[in-house]
């Protein structure tokens, strides 16, 4: 198709107006929902001034060459965001994280003693190769890993990875002998590895098997099963509070047994899906 077709603004258009909806949602207060923890003092502090500070990853969406979008927040973040702001009756605030209160995966507070609570994303990682060149790289594959020392695969110059900010840490994957090379976004990561930026591409087995149902992957296929960050990147307070990371604990886990984070990770393949297919239309990740 021709790259100055309507079709990747109209694509664009769909994943903006969902953003906007969320968007909306996430910056107004609602009830708090019922939590046996009570808040230490950094998110108490949030409470009494109505307004939860946070640093999130965000990225521009892909779009034509000649117009570029603003960034807009990841929209797992974005779920997770509205969740805690419901959770403590307040407001979100999207920050940098000089004035964050906690910031997100992918997002590193500059505090000189942060806390870092449980990792929220989808478990797991899955790599992908081109067919033609998967032969090269069998002893990367997470099958054979044990079969070698991690001396062994880190004193190895092993294949270059793609990989989405906040997906995976870049020394769980060094630690693997594979090179990481950390995109602003899972999009930005795909677009890199399109463009032959990378040997392999690294993200969830959720992403990885919605893009290889699309015909323009059919070149494509996993190397070796999918496996698990050894160091998830999770939350991060501003500062040393055990009592507002054992309430963002069972936040989490509230979260989880709500259904809502289910939804929220399906939300996020849908839209990478959707952002993939805005790239076989032309579209580039600016």
């Known amino acids: 198709m021709n790259k100055f077709s309507p079709v990747p603004t109209a694509r664009a258009a769909v994943i903006a107006?969902?953003?906007a909806a969320v968007a909306l949602a996430l910056f107004w207060p609602s009830l708090p929902a019922y939590s046996s923890a009570s808040p230490g003092p950094v998110l108490a502090q949030a409470q009494q001034q109505g307004v939860l500070k946070l640093a999130l990853r965000s990225y521009s969406r892909p779009s034509l060459p000649s117009d570029p979008l603003p960034p807009e927040p990841d929209v797992l973040d974005q779920a997770l965001a509205q969740w805690l702001g419901r959770q403590l009756g307040v407001r979100v605030e999207l920050t940098n994280v000089q004035q964050a209160d906690i910031a997100l995966q992918g997002i590193h507070l500059e505090n000189a003693a942060p806390q870092t609570v449980s990792a929220y994303a989808e478990p797991g990682l899955q790599l992908v190769s081109l067919k033609q060149q998967a032969a090269?790289?069998?002893s990367y594959a997470p099958s054979y890993w044990q079969l070698l020392e991690p001396k062994t695969r880190q004193a190895t110059t092993g294949p270059?990875?793609?990989v989405g900010s906040g997906v995976a840490s870049a020394k769980s994957l060094q630690a693997r002998g594979l090179q990481p090379r950390i995109a602003p976004s899972s999009i930005h990561a795909i677009s890199d590895f399109l463009a032959g930026r990378c040997d392999l591409l690294a993200d969830t087995p959720a992403v990885i098997d919605r893009l290889l149902t699309q015909d323009s992957w059919r070149?494509?296929?996993?190397?070796?099963h999918g496996f698990a960050s050894d160091d998830p990147e999770g939350i991060t307070l501003r500062s040393k509070d055990e009592q507002s990371a054992q309430w963002l604990q069972q936040s989490l886990q509230q979260w989880q047994a709500s259904g809502q984070q289910q939804k929220a990770f399906n939300n996020r393949v849908s839209t990478i899906a959707l952002e993939a297919s805005l790239l076989e239309d032309g579209a580039i990740c600016h």
Do not use: E, T
């Not at 070149?219 to 070796?224: D, I, K, Q, V």
């Open 160 to 162: 270059s990875v793609c």
């Open 17 to 19: 107006s969902i953003a």
């Open 136 to 138: 090269r790289w069998p």
């Open 219 to 224: 070149f494509y296929a996993r190397l070796g």
